[in-house]
C-alpha cells in the first residue's frame, strides 16, 4: 500500500487531487474510546485515506482523545478546527462540543445543536456520503 500525495508537495498527509481521496468516518459512544484506539493502531502508517472521528463525550469535560489516539499510532492526529483540510494519513477528531460536516475536502465546524448529542454522528455521515457520493 502507498501513500497518495499531491505531483505538487509529495509530502505524506498534503492533499490529494478530489479522484485520488478516500474517507473513512467513524462514530462511537462515550464507551468506545478503546475501540478507537485499536483501530487506529491497526491502521498502517501510509494509509491512504483520511479518518475523521466523532466520539460521543460530555462537552464541559475536556477531552484527551487526541493525545490518547496519537499514543497508539504513527498517523498525525488532530483535533479538527473549523476547514481543516483532510489528508491521507492522517486522523481527525471532532472536539466534544461541536458538529461537524464534511464538504469537499474539508472540515466544516458548525453551531451548537441545542438538544442533540455532541457531535452529531448522524450529521457528519450524512455529509460525509453527500460529498463523497458512490466514489
Known amino acids: ?3 497518495e500525495t499531491t505531483e505538487e508537495t509529495g509530502v505524506k498527509g498534503a492533499p490529494v487531487d478530489r479522484s ?5 468516518v467513524v462514530g462511537s459512544s462515550a464507551g468506545g474510546i478503546e475501540a478507537l484506539a485499536t483501530l487506529v493502531a491497526s ?6 485515506a483520511s479518518v475523521v472521528l466523532a466520539q460521543h463525550l460530555d462537552p464541559n469535560r475536556p477531552s484527551n482523545l487526541t ?3 496519537a499514543a497508539r499510532t504513527g498517523l498525525t492526529v488532530e483535533t479538527v478546527h473549523d476547514h481543516s483540510v483532510l489528508a491521507p494519513a492522517t486522523v481527525y477528531v ?3 462540543d461541536r458538529h461537524v460536516r464534511v464538504l469537499d475536502g474539508e472540515l466544516e465546524v458548525l453551531p451548537d445543536g441545542e438538544g442533540r448529542p455532541m457531535p ?10 453527500e460529498a463523497y457520493g458512490n466514489d
Open 43 to 48: 491502521l498502517p502508517d501510509d494509509f491512504p
Open 20 to 24: 485520488e481521496r478516500q474517507l473513512v
Open 67 to 69: 493525545g490518547i489516539l
Open 1 to 3: 500500500m502507498t501513500l
Open 120 to 129: 452529531s454522528i448522524n450529521t457528519l455521515l450524512s455529509s460525509a456520503a
Open 94 to 96: 471532532i472536539p466534544p
